[in-house]
């Protein structure tokens, strides 16, 4: 660690931003709506992987514990960190320079959503003290302490608003089930609502079977609250699911991983019934990396009627899933 280099960058958290997401406690979706704010939290994941020294003033990355989350490059207002054409980390907080060597080259950002998943290096097997191997092995984990918190500070990161409202474990009176609920992650800006519901993967969301009957339920109150607003606010609502990526390909792809007891094909038609949307983690990873080297064409708002368009039904780190099976380039413009 360079003895000179600090954070350039204010903040109200006990650490950098790169470390430690501040959000605020909502206690129900009415008081995102209202901006009726309850106390500050302070999330992180760092401290779990193990993969970030603090200490004068400025981080140092161990790329030796790295699962290339990103979530230190998202959480940074300048993006202070390089990122390598092997998806490795540098932090050099005030020393950094936007031209620097061996940056992510364009071929490899142009693969992304176009045909193939996004390939991030793996923990070396020898490495036995590592508790993540890997980002999926993160993300398939944990929910509430991993997928949701990385969630949110990326959903905060791809917003064009440097500081949206955003929440976590929002409350909901669910009438139509006479029991609550909790929304895993909300963002709100000038009125668009994005609400995910966090899974850590594929094969557990389907062994729990819960997804389907949560996100009718949560569509149902989202709507009612939103009623009594009348602020014009478009919500989109989607699951984010970790874990193995290729599980959520069609099943008609020959790389679909999830074809044992036709899991594939109930998940596929249960979206196609209920207007359900889903993501993968890597999908809002790539698209996190995308914003880093583009900027706001790869924002949240600018994306979101071509990601959401009544022709798709999800979208991978490989591109959109179209409601017809077929796997369509996300396409920017």
Same mark, same amino acid.
């Given at each position: 660690?360079?003895?000179?280099?600090?954070?350039?960058?204010?903040?109200?958290?006990?650490?950098?931003?790169?470390?430690?997401?501040g959000?605020?406690?909502?206690n129900?979706?009415?008081?995102?709506?209202?901006?009726?704010?309850?106390?500050?939290?302070?999330?992180?994941?760092?401290h779990?992987?193990?993969?970030?020294e603090?200490?004068?003033?400025?981080?140092?990355i161990?790329?030796?514990n790295?699962?290339?989350?990103?979530?230190?490059?998202f959480?940074?207002?300048?993006?202070?960190?390089?990122?390598?054409?092997?998806?490795n980390?540098?932090?050099?907080?005030?020393?950094?320079?936007s031209?620097?060597e061996?940056?992510?080259?364009?071929?490899?950002?142009?693969?992304?959503?176009?045909?193939?998943?996004?390939?991030?290096?793996?923990?070396?097997?020898?490495?036995?003290?590592?508790?993540y191997?890997?980002?999926?092995?993160?993300?398939?984990v944990?929910?509430?302490?991993?997928?949701?918190?990385?969630?949110?500070n990326?959903?905060?990161?791809?917003?064009?608003s440097?500081?949206p409202?955003?929440?976590?474990?929002?409350?909901?009176k669910i009438?139509?089930?006479?029991?609550?609920?909790?929304?895993?992650?909300?963002?709100?800006?000038?009125?668009?609502?994005?609400?995910?519901?966090?899974k850590?993967?594929?094969?557990?969301m389907?062994?729990?079977?819960?997804?389907?009957s949560?996100?009718i339920?949560?569509?149902?109150? +989202? /709507? =009612?609250?939103?009623? #009594? $607003?009348?602020?014009?606010?478009?919500? %989109?609502?989607?699951?984010?699911?970790?874990? *193995?990526?290729?599980?959520?390909?069609?099943?008609?792809h020959?790389?679909?991983t999830?074809?044992?007891?036709?899991?594939?094909?109930?998940?596929?038609?249960?979206?196609?019934?209920?207007?359900?949307?889903?993501?993968?983690?890597?999908? +809002? /990873? =790539?698209?996190g990396? #995308? $914003?880093v080297?583009?900027?706001?064409? %790869?924002?949240?708002?600018?994306?979101?009627n *071509?990601?959401?368009?009544?022709?798709?039904?999800?979208?991978?780190?490989?591109g959109?899933?179209?409601?017809?099976?077929?796997?369509k380039?996300?396409?920017?413009?």
């Open positions: 660690m360079s003895e000179n280099k600090y954070c350039p960058h204010t903040y109200e958290t006990s650490l950098p931003p790169c470390i430690s997401l959000v605020v406690k909502y129900y979706l009415k008081d995102l709506l209202d901006n009726n704010k309850g106390s500050n939290q302070e999330l992180m994941i760092a779990s992987i193990e993969c970030i603090f200490k004068n003033k400025a981080i140092d161990k790329n030796e790295c699962i290339n989350c990103m979530y230190c490059v959480g940074c207002p300048g993006n202070n960190i390089e990122i390598d054409n092997k998806f980390l540098s932090a050099l907080c005030s020393d950094f320079k031209d620097y061996n940056r992510l080259k364009q071929e490899t950002l142009d693969k992304l959503f176009n045909g193939s998943f996004i390939r991030l290096p793996k923990i070396r097997l020898a490495q036995f003290k590592v508790k191997k890997s980002f999926s092995d993160f993300t398939s944990d929910e509430t302490k991993n997928i949701s918190v990385w969630g949110a990326s959903l905060k990161f791809l917003s064009k440097s500081n409202q955003l929440g976590l474990e929002i409350g909901m009438k139509s089930r006479d029991r609550g609920g909790r929304l895993d992650i909300c963002l709100l800006n000038k009125g668009l609502l994005l609400v995910a519901e966090a850590v993967s594929f094969s557990k389907m062994n729990e079977n819960r997804y389907l949560q996100m339920a949560y569509e149902e109150e +989202i /709507l =009612s609250t939103l009623e #009594k $607003k009348d602020d014009n606010i478009k919500h %989109y609502k989607f699951l984010l699911i970790g874990g *193995n990526e290729s599980d959520l390909l069609p099943p008609t020959p790389e679909c999830s074809n044992v007891g036709n899991q594939s094909s109930l998940f596929y038609k249960n979206c196609l019934d209920n207007n359900i949307f889903f993501i993968s983690a890597n999908a +809002i /990873l =790539s698209l990396i #995308k $914003k080297f583009f900027g706001d064409i %790869y924002s949240i708002e600018n994306l979101i *071509n990601i959401f368009s009544p022709d798709n039904i999800g979208l991978l780190s490989s959109l899933i179209q409601r017809d099976f077929t796997l380039p996300l396409i920017v413009k």
